[in-house]
């Protein structure tokens, strides 16, 4: 949501509509005495001599509202208002009471609160201001209410009783006037006014709804989210336990839950903010409105109420779900003239969702929804790892005769191929490795992103250790797979350690792509079949697959080493995973603008803590380095210390540069050279540098820009192709063309093989060799410092550096926690930091690399032209003659010396003054970071509701310390799909073999829903969406001539039926009449 539209979608509800102005157009008053309620406990139980007699007057009147919010017009409304003696008036009363001795007539209830259960509804609480009328002084209203709330239940001489109803809320009270002409007078006038009661709601409909009739006829629903409050009034000590209840009509309609020792409230799904609200238009526009008071729960007593606000009928029925702000006004009774305190809601119509979420999901009356059965499936894997009786017990590989071989077979796990039981029950090593190879049979269509697809099979793992009893009891392996806001799982393999995931079973998924830097996070885990709170799947290793340098229509079959953290340096690998992904783009422009705005944060919630765990180990590894752990201290000082290691780059690029060595292949008379292209820009750059210097600026970002290309460079010429990135140009081609330049390649498997295990033992021994350097100098360093401490104290000298070097030994680090711990996590950002711009200089963070990169090479071209001299010298000569000039002796004649002068008063004036500017200034900042925090607070609820409390953060850009590089053995070959018919094709593109799951993205406002996208491929209005995959040229039943041919033979079939039948049945029918016709006559 944009600045402006934030700003006008939070704007306070009550200046939405113009206040109606009132005029009195009759009234009549009544002094009566008015005993407590008969419905009331002391109305009931005691005797009405010992009741004291209260002063009160009564006036009935008719008010004429002109309505500035519908286009002019007026009607009448007719209220009746009870009114107090105020102090000076019953002070006078009770004086002349005492005069004649008329002690029990003394009116000494003031507040008169005991007595009354009026509703909110009925006090004088509302927003519109009714002129009252004359007569009046010396008392102060009590409450009032509207006409059509009283009714007459009967008289007794001077005495009428009356019964005010609104909504579950009956109190019939006694009024008792000084003659039986004024209650007779009294009640004439009421059931008048009764009467035309009809008359002037009909009068106000008609201006409501300019003279039409209400475009809804039946009960209109809508949604209500109490959304938040803040600076609520304090309630307890220092802070409340606020809560809101809604009513309408006198009948509260909902109520949220407490949010305990806060004075900043927000209400989710969890604590009731939403609730449904049903009214007639008609019902809705006679009434007040929505009614919110906002009490404070107390354990003992009675809850305090904090405020109140009405929301007119007019916003209700028109707002479409807009943030709407409400001042909190006082609530009847209370002695404050205003109380603090905003409270923010929505409304807006109720849609066919919004009412299966609250009747399903909020009042439970069903426990499962679409939601959860997708989220449960997307969670679930086939159970496996039977435990080691069942182990030991289970036949695995039999021995069979095929002629004179004698040939090893393994029994298939999970389990057969369900079309084929009998021929994949037993298979050998090398029919499990072709079967493997195959192209799944059933996919999991996952996730709700719009770039592409990405095609992902989990084929194998190797050499896995065996963390279960041993013998015949081995590890049970599942894979689990976590892209952006989606999990999945694969089927578990039992008792293996080389465990083969086959077509048939769950091991494909396709993920649909929302951001292009997104890591696609793979867990290898050994199933724990334990139900125990404390048992989780142990996770045997994991790998972040980088997508950002794969390219499209490429099948790629790449083996990665297990690890169980990339993130410190205590790792071994723990056996290997072997996958098969593939890319589907269809706009390479898309994919490369995705990444001009910053990666959204994306969660995945799930049901179970154990569920929880797998996401966990599987995005951020064993170790959760949020936690304090000395060994994590020690791994952020050693990976900043290699930082160090940058400087092996910079030596090798110097010198490239300064030597003038060839790093661009030109082939020329059939002989490749290296050009030296870097050494020659560097040489007319610093050349011109130096002969004009205002140029500076911009060779300075050039000078960035050509640094990340020769980075670039450097990393396209490493032996191994699985290190390369894609190039600048390259990039530059997609944002011009919209399509990417270079076609799909083949990488074999082992290509350069021997030129890469040379350059990564000569990158380790160059990093032992500078460590052991290090190493030696801070040993000599450290004897030189011993050698001067002992000199110094031969010489008497006491310094610090001997209780430095003092070694206690056996002191536990674990005393100094609440020292290191903060240490530990100002390191982890350091490190974090230093990751990012470290994947992005190194262009592991391809699209960002090439942004910067771009970025530095255009503001250098825009530096060119910005005549930095004549700005530097103007901008010199502007303050040398404006702060060093004669005229600054003014200054201080006329201010600075008058400072000194101001009274303490006069500063604390400015001070406020001050104070409140910068509060003006910052409010919009408040408002729009209190808004984000509510929508984020709300999301996380909602998710939460959906699917599962336990929630885990996936990282969208590279945080981990080592990235996974595929191994050697890794090959990839351009992908090209097989032609095929056009119904098979068709089958395919809407979903055939597939399993479509969305993802946890939720859309939309109040009661989000799960965003989707199409299960069907074809665009709309298309039959296809890949034509040119149709094989023509296949004959057969599906094939695409047969469809022609069968379209041509019903063509044919009818024009033959049409020729001969038509004139037959027409003949036909003919003599039919005839014969009728004669047989009648």
């Known amino acids: 949501m944009t600045k402006s539209k934030r700003q006008e979608s939070t704007r306070l509800a009550q200046s939405t509509e113009p206040a109606p102005k009132s005029d009195l157009v009759s009234f009549k008053i009544w002094e009566v005495v008015a005993p407590p309620p008969i419905t009331s406990l002391k109305g009931a139980l005691v005797p009405r001599v010992f009741v004291s007699r209260r002063r009160r007057k009564v006036s009935i009147e008719v008010h004429r509202i002109a309505s500035a919010g519908h286009q002019g017009g007026s009607y009448e409304e007719c209220i009746v208002r009870v009114l107090n003696p105020n102090q000076k008036v019953r002070e006078e009363q009770n004086k002349k009471r005492r005069n004649k001795k008329d002690e029990e007539l003394l009116d000494q209830d003031i507040a008169d609160d005991e007595s009354t259960v009026a509703h909110p509804e009925m006090m004088d609480a509302n927003t519109r201001n009714f002129a009252a009328p004359d007569g009046l002084d010396g008392w102060e209203e009590k409450y009032r209410f509207p006409i059509r709330y009283i009714t007459v239940k009967g008289t007794n001489r001077t005495g009428i009783f009356v019964q005010i109803t609104l909504g579950r809320m009956k109190q019939t009270r006694q009024l008792i006037f000084d003659s039986m002409a004024e209650a007779e007078e009294f009640r004439n006038v009421l059931e008048k006014e009764i009467r035309n009661e009809k008359d002037r709601n009909d009068a106000k409909l008609n201006v409501v709804f300019h003279g039409k009739s209400p475009p809804e006829a039946d009960d209109i629903t809508f949604l209500v989210e109490i959304v938040s409050g803040w600076d609520l009034p304090v309630g307890d000590l220092s802070t409340s336990d606020p809560y809101v209840i809604a009513s309408f009509d006198g009948n509260d309609v909902h109520k949220t ?88 809601i929505r409304i807006r119509r109720a849609t066919g969702h919004d009412i299966v979420f609250m009747n399903e999901h909020v009042h439970k009356k069903k426990k499962t929804s679409l939601a959860e059965s997708a989220t449960q499936q997307l969670a679930t894997a086939q159970l496996g790892g039977g435990g080691a009786l069942r182990s030991y017990f289970r036949r695995q590989t039999r021995h069979i005769k095929d002629g004179d071989r004698d040939i090893k077979q393994y029994k298939v796990r999970p389990g ?16 499990i490795e072709a079967e493997c190879q195959r192209e799944s049979d059933h996919w999991l269509d996952v996730g709700n992103g719009r770039l592409g697809r990405l095609h992902v099979e989990i084929l194998g793992c190797d050499e896995l250790p065996n963390l279960d009893s041993g013998g015949r009891n081995k590890t049970d392996t599942f894979v689990a797979l976590v892209y952006e806001d989606c999990v999945v799982k694969t089927d578990v393999v039992d008792d293996c350690l080389n465990p083969r995931w086959l077509p048939w079973s769950k091991r494909a998924a396709i993920f649909h792509i929302h951001h292009s830097s997104s890591q696609l996070f793979l867990g290898v885990f050994d199933f724990d079949q334990s139900v125990a709170p404390g ?34 340096s205590d790792r ?70 290699s930082v160090q290691h940058a400087s092996f780059y910079l030596s090798d690029a110097f010198m490239r540069l300064m030597l003038w060595r060839g790093t661009m292949p030109v082939r020329m008379l059939g002989t490749t050279y290296h050009f030296p292209i870097h050494s020659l820009a560097a040489f007319v ?19 960035f820009g050509w640094t990340m290309v020769a980075t670039m460079d450097y990393r396209l010429h490493l032996p191994t192709p699985w290190l390369h990135c894609k190039h600048f140009l390259e990039h530059a081609f997609t944002l011009f063309y919209g399509s990417t330049p270079i076609a799909p390649y083949s990488i074999e498997s082992h290509e350069n093989a021997k030129e890469a295990i040379a350059f990564e033992e000569g990158w380790r021994k160059r990093i032992t060799e500078s460590e052991e350097a290090a190493a030696k100098e801070y040993e000599e360093n450290l004897k ?20 430095l070097n003092k070694n206690d030994g056996g002191i536990s680090v674990d005393p100094f926690k609440s020292v290191l711990y903060p240490v530990q996590q100002n390191l982890q950002m350091v490190c974090k930091y230093l990751r990012r711009i470290r994947y992005v200089l190194i262009w592991e963070e391809s699209y960002i690399s090439f942004w910067v990169t771009a970025g530095c090479f255009l503001v250098s071209i825009i530096f060119l032209f910005v005549p930095w001299f004549f700005l530097i010298q103007w901008t010199a000569r502007i303050l040398v003659w404006a702060l060093f000039g004669p005229w600054m002796k003014l200054v201080d004649i006329f201010y600075v010396s008058k400072l000194d002068d101001y009274t303490e008063e006069e500063l604390m004036q400015q001070r406020l003054e001050s104070r409140k500017k910068r509060r003006l200034a910052t409010a919009t900042a408040l408002a729009e970071a209190r808004i984000k925090r509510e929508d984020a607070m709300k999301l996380k609820a909602m998710k939460a509701y959906y699917f599962g409390k336990y929630i885990t953060r996936v990282p969208v850009l590279k945080e981990d310390r080592y990235v996974d590089t595929p191994c050697l053995e890794s090959h990839a070959l351009p992908f090209k799909p097989d032609p095929l018919p056009l119904s098979e094709l068709a089958m395919q593109e809407a979903g055939y073999h597939r399993t479509r799951i969305p993802g946890q993205h939720l859309v939309g406002s109040m009661i989000p829903q799960i965003e989707t996208v199409s299960f069907t491929e074809a665009p709309v209005g298309q039959a296809l969406r890949r034509p040119n995959l149709v094989d023509k040229d296949i004959a057969g039943p599906e094939s695409t001539t047969a469809a022609y041919a069968k379209i041509g033979s019903l063509v044919v079939c009818a024009s033959v039926i049409s020729w001969f039948a038509v004139p037959f049945f027409s003949s036909l029918t003919q003599h039919l009449l005839v014969a009728l016709q004669e047989q009648t006559e």
């Open 784 to 803: 030189a410092q011993e050698e001067y401490q002992r000199e110094m104290d031969e010489i008497g000298d006491v310094s610090d550096i001997s209780a």
């Open 685 to 703: 750059s610093l050349a011109v540098v130096v002969e004009r210097p205002e140029l500076f600026p911009a060779w300075s970002f050039a000078l």
């Open 572 to 641: 071994k690998k723990l056996g290997s995973i072997t996958i098969r992904l593939r890319l589907e783009v269809e706009d390479d422009r898309a994919v490369l603008l995705s990444n001009l705005e910053p990666p959204p944060s994306f969660y995945v919630n799930v049901k179970t803590r154990k569920d929880h765990r797998v996401v966990q180990f599987t995005c951020s590894g064993k170790y959760d380095t949020s936690k304090y752990d000395i060994k994590f201290i020690n791994s952020y000082i050693e990976e900043i210390l």
């Open 535 to 568: 048992d989780d799947h142990d996770l045997i290793g994991r790998v972040a697959v980088d997508l950002t340098n794969l390219r499209k229509d490429t099948m790629y079959v790449m083996v990665y080493d297990l690890y169980t953290t990339a993130r410190i």
């Open 257 to 344: 839950q407490v949010i305990e020792k806060t004075l900043d409230p927000i209400w989710t799904v969890k604590t009731g903010s939403l609730f449904l609200f049903r009214s007639k238009a008609e019902a809705l526009y006679l009434s007040e409105g929505l009614l919110f008071t906002v009490k404070d729960y107390d354990a003992l007593g009675r809850d305090e109420k904090l405020g109140m606000f009405y929301v007119a009928p007019k916003v209700v029925y028109e707002a479409k779900g807009e943030r709407l702000e409400f001042k909190l006004i006082p609530t009847p009774g209370s002695k404050k003239k205003e109380v603090p305190g905003y409270v923010a």
């Open 416 to 431: 057969p191929d369900p079309k084929r039981e009998e021929e994949t029950t037993w298979l050998s090593k090398e029919q």
